[in-house]
């Protein structure tokens, strides 16, 4: 039962570190074409 629920837990912990890393490199490029002169 705990297993199962660490299993679960992970899993979605793992989709929701990917959906993090995906808008931070979205934002860090945006704010870097921000930041360049031209």
Sequence with gaps: ???KI???Y???LQK???NIL???TKETKS???RSQPH
């Design 1 to 3: 039962m705990v297993k």
């Design 22 to 24: 995906q808008i931070y």
């Design 6 to 8: 660490k299993k679960h």
């Design 31 to 33: 704010s870097k074409k």
């Design 10 to 12: 992970s899993h979605k």
């Design 16 to 18: 929701y570190q990917k």
